[in-house]
């Protein structure tokens, strides 16, 4: 599967962005999706990710209770809506595919990344 992220941008502190990741193919329903991002000199970092039928989702700490995980898969996308954005949410983030529930950042399928700047 191919994946391709968009909607990231430039929004002051306490704003809101939905990041939108579109997936090739006809099969995006077999796949678990998430959303990693990766500050600059920090490491990729969990998110949020959703299962096959968007029932069950689950978030990092740091963004609980202020970013939604949701998917459609007629339209083959998955979306993360952020609200109440702060500076510390600044980096690339990221959407990933695989056929197995994890948190882990070794999906087996990732989109290019989108770049979220959070000023303050």
């Known amino acids: 599967v191919q994946l391709q992220a968009s909607g990231g941008g430039l929004v002051q502190a306490g704003g809101s962005l939905r990041l939108s990741c579109a997936a090739s193919?006809?099969?995006?329903?077999?796949?678990?999706m998430g959303w990693f991002r990766q500050a600059p000199g920090k490491e990729r970092e969990f998110v949020a990710n959703?299962?096959?039928?968007?029932?069950?989702?689950y978030y990092a700490d740091s963004v609980k209770g202020r970013f939604t995980i949701s998917r459609d898969n007629a339209k083959n996308t998955v979306y993360l809506q952020m609200n109440s954005l702060k500076p510390e949410d600044t980096a690339v983030y990221y959407c990933?595919?695989?056929?197995?529930?994890?948190?882990?950042?070794?999906?087996?399928?990732w989109g290019q990344g989108t770049l979220v700047t959070v000023s303050s």
């Open positions: 959703i299962n096959r039928s968007g029932g069950s989702t």
């Open positions: 193919g006809r099969t995006f329903s077999r796949y678990v």
């Open positions: 990933a595919a695989d056929t197995v529930w994890r948190t882990s950042a070794d999906y087996s399928y």
